[in-house]
């Protein structure tokens, strides 16, 4: 955390990057909490990577946000990593320490946890298994989250089984590799379904599986935030199956990196998600 005696800065790392909402969800933090200063995109090109983060010290950053393509790339580059970025594989947060050294954190299991439990507060980990479909960066973050929670069954499904077999064996006894075919028994007694795969993005394929197995307590999640509501999302308010959409997660992640680099751990107010909606 910085002494805000000077210019705070901030920014988000990737390419592209014009289309990140992070810019817009921490500017809006700093100016509720009237600090001066300033969160920017940075494009940066994978071969540009290493300079760019020993920029950060000497230009007086705070530190920043990773996005793609760079979360995997960072993790050689840093001083430290933090655990859970270890066990994710990624890093979406580096924090700048006041003698220059760079730590690697990844707040992207924070940020599904947090969402998850904002949009239903009666949520338990010993609800009963979870179903993750996809098994990319962004279901590693979900499977740490939920470990971390105490889940004690997680059924993967993946279009590549030997992806979902790879998460199992990184992530321990309590995630069971399926093959996507399988993704509809897999809902059979399920407390939780979490899509984390590319399909029901805007300009992606929807995807495709039928929630009739899943008990009617079953939360239904998706990571896809664009659109907000995903035909997974749809299907699932449907059958009136409480849903959770991915904008939670963007949002959430973003309160222990501003904390980290400013001081204060900020809100997702109704306010904050209105704007963000408003921008997607
Ligand atoms: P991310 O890091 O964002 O999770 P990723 O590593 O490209 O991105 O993973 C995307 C996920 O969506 C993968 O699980 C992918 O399945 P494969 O591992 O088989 O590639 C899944 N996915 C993408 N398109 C799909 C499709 N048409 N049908 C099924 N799964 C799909």
């Excluded at 904050?272 to 909606?277: D, N």
Aim: proline fraction near 7%; hydrophobic fraction near 45%; charged fraction near 20%.
């Amino acid at each position: 955390m910085q002494h805000a005696d000077h210019y705070l800065l901030a920014g988000v790392m990737g390419f592209p990057i014009m289309h990140s909402r992070s810019p817009a969800i921490h500017n809006h933090w700093l100016a509720e909490y009237g600090l001066l200063g300033h969160y920017a995109p940075l494009a940066v090109k994978p071969e540009g990577l290493e300079k760019a983060l020993r920029a950060l010290h000497p230009l007086g950053y705070a530190g920043v946000n990773l996005t793609i393509p760079l979360k995997e790339l960072a993790l050689p580059l840093l001083d430290e990593i933090d655990p859970v970025a270890r066990a994710i594989g990624a890093v979406n947060c580096v924090v700048v320490e006041k003698n220059g050294r760079l730590r690697g954190v990844n707040y992207d299991a924070f940020g599904f946890v947090a969402s998850l439990q904002e949009a239903a507060p009666g949520w338990r980990a010993d609800a009963g298994p979870a179903v993750v479909l996809g098994a990319g960066g962004a279901a590693r973050a979900v499977l740490a989250g939920l470990i971390g929670e105490g889940v004690k069954e997680i059924r993967v499904a993946n279009r590549t089984l030997e992806r979902a077999q790879k998460l199992a064996a990184e992530f321990g006894p309590s995630v069971h590799a399926l093959d996507w075919d399988q993704r509809e028994d897999a809902l059979s007694g399920a407390a939780l379904l979490v899509n984390t795969t590319s399909m029901g993005m805007l300009g992606q394929p929807p995807l495709d599986i039928a929630l009739g197995g899943l008990p009617a307590s079953a939360l239904v999640t998706d990571i896809v935030y664009a659109p907000l509501e995903t035909d997974l999302l749809a299907q699932a308010r449907h059958r009136g199956l409480k849903g959770v959409d991915g904008l939670g997660m963007l949002l959430h992640q973003a309160r222990p990196a501003f904390r980290d680099w400013f001081g204060p751990m900020p809100q997702v107010t109704p306010e904050l998600r209105r704007k963000i909606e408003a921008s997607l």
